[in-house]
């Protein structure tokens, strides 16, 4: 597209950036783009989510990894001085809902506080801008198709923190002059979304299951619907919300694709056969719902559209197709 060829020629040569959380799933993807653009490109993570599953990633030709914790004021302000990156990419935090709901204090001081340790630091540097992976969690209950406009409602720990983030954004552009823009990422999927057991995201647990012989868990009925957007198209979208001259002011921008998938249609496309024929055989099985949870994710993507230019490229059905091979 023309709006990306512009941003991306404004990117001069080593310039500096920093992902945080650049060990883990969205930020070892964004590395792999942002070298591309011939980046300098600082990694900033404590490797501790991913228990070195990731850790291969390290290995990005280019990339510089620095290993510390966001909570850990001093190192993090010394670190980010040092560097001086131009934008950074704030991808780390506690992910998932139910370990929230068992542990609500980690997830502040992680998603919170994290946020806006990042922000203060930004602040001390100089950065231009902050781009941060905010969660449509936010959304909660509301009706679908969800948009940016609509008054947020976090049902868990989770949303709320993340949502806090989104909050801490807004506050430090308008109060201290630093650019930022909020993303807001509907259920992302892809390549190196790795197994950490039963609250792994669903397109993983059911891969790694199935290809285990293990019947897939469907939670509920399996009718409820997400929005999978593929994390190519996610690191993208970081891309252009940092080079874009249309936000900057504290806007929050929907990440999806706006096509609901349900549950059950997923464990059908993994399992290769209907799920009347997957019950049978014990490739699927069904269990109780869990608290905390929205029914049902759609994203209007009008400004992600509008301001940065972005719409998904990589369509479910082939994204899911490349996952199988």
């Known amino acids: ?187 992302v999927y892809g390549l190196g979304n790795i197994y950490n057991g039963p609250y792994t995201t669903v397109i993983t647990l059911f891969l790694h299951h199935f290809a285990r012989g293990k019947p897939m868990e469907i939670i509920g009925d399996g009718k409820q619907t997400r929005d999978y957007t593929h994390v190519f198209d996610v690191a993208r979208a970081n891309i252009l919300a940092a080079m874009s001259n249309k936000v900057g002011r504290g806007e929050v921008i929907n990440i999806g694709c706006g096509d609901p998938h349900s549950v059950n249609e997923i464990a059908e496309r993994i399992g290769g056969a209907t799920l009347e024929q997957l019950r049978k055989e014990k490739k699927a099985i069904f269990i109780p719902a869990r608290p905390g949870e929205s029914r049902h994710t759609k994203a209007n993507i009008t400004k992600a559209k509008r301001l940065l230019g972005w719409t998904p490229r990589i369509s479910f059905a082939d994204g899911i197709a490349k996952l199988k091979r």
């Open 1 to 187: 597209m023309p709006i990306e060829i512009c941003y991306y020629k404004s990117m001069r040569h080593k310039t500096n950036v920093l992902v945080t959380g650049g060990g883990g799933f969205i930020g070892s993807h964004l590395i792999a783009q942002l070298l591309q653009k011939r980046l300098r490109v600082y990694s900033y993570d404590n490797y501790v989510s991913t228990n070195g599953a990731l850790l291969p990633e390290r290995n990005h030709k280019g990339a510089r990894y620095l290993e510390g914790d966001i909570r850990d004021v001093p190192f993090l302000s010394r670190t980010i001085k040092r560097i001086r990156p131009k934008f950074i990419f704030h991808t780390a935090a506690l992910a998932r809902i139910q370990p929230s709901i068992k542990n609500p204090t980690e997830y502040l001081e992680v998603n919170s506080r994290g946020t806006l340790n990042i922000l203060l630091a930004a602040r001390g540097a100089g950065v231009r801008r902050v781009v941060y992976s905010a969660s449509s969690s936010a959304y909660g209950d509301n009706p679908i198709p969800l948009h940016e406009n609509q008054t947020p409602r976090p049902l868990n720990p989770y949303a709320k923190t993340k949502l806090d983030g989104e909050q801490w954004m807004k506050i430090f552009a308008e109060l201290y002059g630093v650019e930022t823009v909020s993303l807001r990422y509907f259920n």
